[in-house]
Nanobody, 120 residues
């Protein structure tokens, strides 16, 4: 059993910053790609950022230069540092991870989501 738990969401004014965290726990052998998605009301869930097991990162164009994804492999944790936040960043942010569980089987997992609201 694997669980992803997000934290760090909240209310922030435009131009402000937040750091999201996602910690994985359970029968984990290793974690490959980790990612952050977001979903705004009435919108489809979109991929925001990814980070591979080797540290390569990718971002959706709308957050490039503002968001940074990173990971601490020793803690099985991925972070999303969000700077210069805009109202259009308002969404529920979800952690996602490709995890090799005990027995060497790759599976994909989702966290429960954390609300980020950017408003003045």
């Amino acid at each position: 059993q694997v669980q992803l738990v997000e934290s760090g969401g909240g209310l922030v004014q435009p131009g402000g910053s937040l750091r999201l965290s996602c910690a994985a726990s359970g029968s984990i052998f290793s974690i490959n790609t980790m990612a952050w998605y977001r979903q705004a009301p009435g919108k489809q869930r979109e991929l925001v950022a990814t980070i591979t097991g080797r540290g390569s990162t990718n971002y959706v164009d709308s957050v490039k230069g503002r968001f940074t994804i990173s990971r601490d492999s020793a803690k099985n944790t991925v972070y999303l540092q969000m700077n210069s936040l805009k109202p259009e960043d308002t969404a529920v942010y979800y952690c996602n991870a490709d995890i090799v569980i005990i027995g060497l089987r790759l599976s994909n997992y989702w966290g429960q989501g954390t609300q980020v609201t950017v408003s003045s």
